[in-house]
């Protein structure tokens, strides 16, 4: 821990995605923190996306779990440890080991990982941990085992730099991995050869950049891998050397790949026109360096590890892999997926890369633990889990770090099985969470900033997250509260930790235990690092070992895999369209995903203002056919309902979304959006290998949503506000956000308006009940302390001018007189309209005005007027589009 006083940087990793961000976090005297990219960093140089730009905004104890709780009541660390140990032991007396369960998450750091998964599988002796990672690459790692004989990663982010094609299957890039999308544009920018195919059904901003893009049918992916693997071969493409000498399964591969053995019949198959398919399959063809980048749109299927093979196929076969600017490129969600996958942190998964497979792995891990009850078998992937909960054979869970309540598929089932489990023990940083509200013990976890640990981004790449600053309350590191765990149900000696440095030395001693280059995790080379080197431990990438004592930037460069004879492996791929289709009840496809401004389920993005500025509420994205064909309207709201579940979302009609699919994110929580949940609508329907559930293709009716009233509260603190079917809450700056809609009427406006909120002040009022409007205000000592407008339908005012008002210290008479109209006093406000740019809080409105007035044509141009895409570089594919539609 650094000096509170002393206004050094102190160089970290962005909590957030897998990209790995190096961060310079720098606390002033006055305990300010301040962060920028470090410049130092392998993975950003010196970049940050929007959400890594605002992480000292998602800092302090607002919105934290700050005290142990059991039962509702604050405890002391003592009380609820003893409890959550007491409560297990109890358990796995009763009912055995096989009773209980961790579900984890890709947000700790390696050593939470390490001693949860310790603690599991060695000691209580069960293999039932999971991580939310489940949902993310579980399908990546399942496909890398099958074609490597290992989970490695070959390629580094230099590689996806230095290629002359880059693929992008199922990933908006752009905002899901914004810094290596950055890095891609930079890149083509300097190279404009470089060609950059987009593979996905939706349009996306990843397609700014795009040569090409494949809109293909959702779920068609193998089709076209297992076409383009037959068309290498029929173009003399394939390096047939490199098949003879380092790759088994090629005629099995091919025979399979003939099902579909021509353009035509791959553009039947994918629906997308033969022209693009030709010519996506002529740049591959004739382009070596190549790398194909995939994420989630592969990974969440029910057949994502075929999808995944297909493309490592095509890759194998013509021998682009292990050689600069080419190879397959799985990019992960969470900031240490891959930490996570090196300790084990998967079900079926051991730890160190081994798995349950051989008697003499877990003998291995046996000895090097000494465990003697280790677990033998694979426990239950993340929806058998949660399932066992639901059926009472798990009756002890405890879920660290992450909100399965939101995120797991059929997520109303999820909550049941945890309202009605035995003991549900949750350790978060965030007070107030869907999964939170489920608990019977809540341990306050240090949140990033506060805590000491490594992390392992999409490239192998382990960097150290540093603390800054004290931890907020009684918050304690993860690893702590599990170790403390452990030694009271036992087990005190594998436990006895004081510091994540011990913890990383084992790990780094167990990836290198009997590891004669078998397996690929191995980072022995830092086994015997002391505390300073820890400290000061600068990102490298593994293997770092006696072999490559410099780290590994790129692996699989001789040819030879993890397999027992060195191959690798391709598969025979017979593609499988998406397990359940879409009929007359449900006629058309929900893709769920990420947003560019915010993370998971909100809990730290959702503090920020301006993060929260370019989309406030839960959408639904649908192709104006669709609308039309649904009835549903441009900004009004719409019902969507699968066989699991419903939720309400606004329409924004969209010509990027392919006609028949529909899209909504994924961040939305009962604790910002009542009713909002997509995952309640997604089948807990998964990959038979890797257990990854199918989120991209939920079969779903889209209905209008019509209520009675319609309207929106901005006020100083958050508001309950009953009646309201329908309530999404967002923080802007100074003031809360609250968009509502209700089946019924209230009474009286009046009371229903004054209900809501305590304290003195003069209400103004207007009503007209036969238009069905209601607008109020409240006004305290000159300030501004909320309004309520009412209508009948959507079409109500502007919020942003009256948003504005809450910065004020005393309101204007020409500012009283405009608030119940929404209309600034002249002159007086220039209206910004809603956020593009988050980095320089930059809005649509103002961005279309100088497009027009000043005759901008270039995001350049725009750039140099209005700073607007000078930042972070996410908003620029936004920008671009007003730009051509401006200039119309
Ligand atoms: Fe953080 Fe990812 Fe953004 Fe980098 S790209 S700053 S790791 S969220």
């Not at 290629?163 to 999308?181: E, Q």
């Not at 090097?368 to 058998?384: C, E, H, R, S, T």
């Not at 942003?800 to 008002?805: I, K, Q, R, V």
């Amino acid at each position: 821990m650094q000096s509170m006083t002393a206004p050094q940087a102190i160089r970290t990793t962005c909590p957030y995605c897998g990209v790995g961000c190096g961060v310079l976090a720098t606390v002033a005297e006055s305990g300010e923190v301040k962060v920028s990219g470090d410049p130092l960093h392998p993975a950003n140089f010196g970049r940050l996306c929007s959400k890594g730009a605002a992480l000292a905004e998602t800092l302090g104890s607002e919105g934290r779990l700050l005290h142990p709780v059991v039962d509702g009541a604050q405890v002391t660390w003592e009380t609820a440890l003893d409890r959550v140990a007491d409560g297990f032991n109890k358990v796995i007396a009763e009912h055995g080991r096989n009773a209980v369960a961790f579900y984890v998450s890709g947000q700790l750091l390696t050593e939470d990982y390490y001693v949860a998964n310790k603690l599991m599988k060695g000691f209580i002796g069960s293999a039932n941990i999971d991580t939310n990672s489940r949902l993310c690459m579980s399908t990546a790692v399942a496909a890398h085992k099958r074609a490597f004989g290992a989970d490695a990663v070959p390629v580094c982010y230099e590689d996806v730099e230095a290629a002359d094609l880059v693929v992008i299957v199922g990933s908006n890039y752009a905002w899901a991995h914004p810094v290596l999308y950055q890095r891609l544009v930079a890149a083509k920018k300097s190279r404009p050869d470089m060609r950059v195919v987009v593979v996905d059904p939706r349009r996306t901003a990843t397609c700014d950049i795009a040569d090409l893009h494949l809109a293909i049918a959702p779920g068609s992916d193998a089709y076209l891998f297992n076409g383009l693997l037959h068309h290498l071969r029929r173009e003399d493409a394939l390096d047939l050397a490199y098949v003879e000498q380092h790759v088994e399964g090629f005629a099995a591969a091919f025979e399979a790949a003939r099902a579909v053995d021509s353009i035509p019949a791959v553009a039947q198959a994918c629906g997308v026109p033969e022209t693009d398919v030709g010519e996506f399959f002529r740049l591959f063809a004739r382009t070596e360096r190549c790398v194909t980048i995939f994420s989630q749109g592969v990974n969440q299927s029910s057949s994502g590890v075929d999808k995944a093979n297909s493309i490592i196929n095509v890759h194998l076969a013509t021998g682009r892999i292990g050689r600069p600017g080419m190879g397959p490129f799985s990019v992960t969600g969470q900031p240490n997926a891959m930490g996570g996958r090196e300790v084990g942190g998967l079900a079926n998964q051991l730890a160190a890369h081994l798995d349950f497979s051989d008697a003499a792995s877990v003998d291995l891990v046996r000895r090097f633990w000494d465990a003697p009850n280790i677990a033998q078998d694979p426990g239950l992937k993340a929806v058998d889990m949660f399932q066992a909960i639901a059926d009472g054979k798990i009756k002890a869970v405890w879920i660290m770090g992450t909100n399965p309540v939101v995120s797991m598929p059929d997520a109303d089932r999820v909550r049941a099985a945890l309202m009605g489990c035995e003991l549900v023990v949750v350790s978060d940083c965030a007070q107030q969470t869907d999964t939170t509200a489920c608990a019977d013990i809540l341990l306050p976890a240090a949140g990033w900033g506060e805590k000491d640990g490594a992390v392992t981004n999409s490239e192998r790449r382990i960097s150290r997250q540093r603390s800054f600053q004290p931890a907020a309350g009684e918050a304690r590191p993860d690893w702590w509260i599990i170790t403390q765990v452990a030694q009271r149900m036992g087990f005190a000696a594998a436990f006895a930790y004081t510091r994540p440095a011990q913890i990383f030395r084992e790990h780094a001693r167990l990836s290198g235990f009997e590891n004669p280059g078998k397996r690929a995790f191995d980072i022995s080379a830092l086994a015997d690092l002391d505390d300073t080197h820890y400290e000061t431990l600068q990102p490298l990438q593994w293997p770092f070992n006696e072999r490559s004592p410099n780290g590994t930037q790129r692996l699989l460069v001789d040819g030879r895999f993890y397999t027992p004879n060195g191959k690798a492996r391709m598969t025979a791929i017979a593609p499988r369209l998406p397990a359940v289709a879409t009929d007359a009840d449900f006629p058309l496809v929900l893709n769920t995903g990420r947003i560019r401004d915010q993370w998971h389920t909100m809990t730290r993005t959702g503090k920020v203002p301006r993060l929260n500025a370019h989309q406030f509420e839960p959408f639904v994205q649908v192709h104006a056919q669709d609308a039309e064909a649904c009835r549903l309207q441009d900004g009004g709201l719409a019902r969507l309902s699968s066989r699991h579940g419903s939720m309400l979302a606004r329409v924004q009609l969209s010509q990027d979304q392919r006609i028949g699919s529909v899209f909504a994110p994924m961040h939305w929580s009962e604790t910002y959006a009542k009713s909002s949940r997509v995952d309640s609508l997604v089948a807990p329907i998964t990959d038979p290998i890797s257990g990854q559930p199918e989120s991209k293709h939920t079969p779903v009716r889209v209905e209008p949503y019509l209520p009675a009233w319609q309207g929106f509260v901005l006020s100083r603190n958050r508001l309950e506000l009953s009646g309201a079917g329908y309530c999404a809450c967002s923080q802007g700056d100074g003031y809360w956000r609250h968009e509502l809609a209700g089946d019924m009427l209230p009474e009286d406006w009046r009371a229903w308006a004054r209900a809501s909120q305590a304290g003195a002040g003069e209400w103004m009022e207007f009503h007209d009940a036969a238009m069905g409007r209601y607008r109020a205000a409240r006004v305290q000592d000159g300030r501004l302390e909320s309004v309520f407008f009412i209508a009948a339908d959507h079409r109500l005012p502007e919020r942003e001018w009256l948003g504005s008002l809450f910065a004020k210290r005393d309101l204007s008479t020409a500012e009283l007189a405009g608030l119940l109209s929404a209309r600034p006093p002249k002159g007086e406000a220039s209206e910004t309209g809603r956020i593009v740019c988050a980095c320089f809080s930059v809005g649509e409105k103002s961005l279309v005005n100088a497009i027009k007035t000043q005759g901008l044509t270039s995001v350049e141009e725009v750039g140099a007027h209005l700073k607007a895409g000078t930042g972070c570089g996410s908003c620029v594919p936004e920008i671009r589009r007003l730009i051509s539609k401006a200039t119309i």
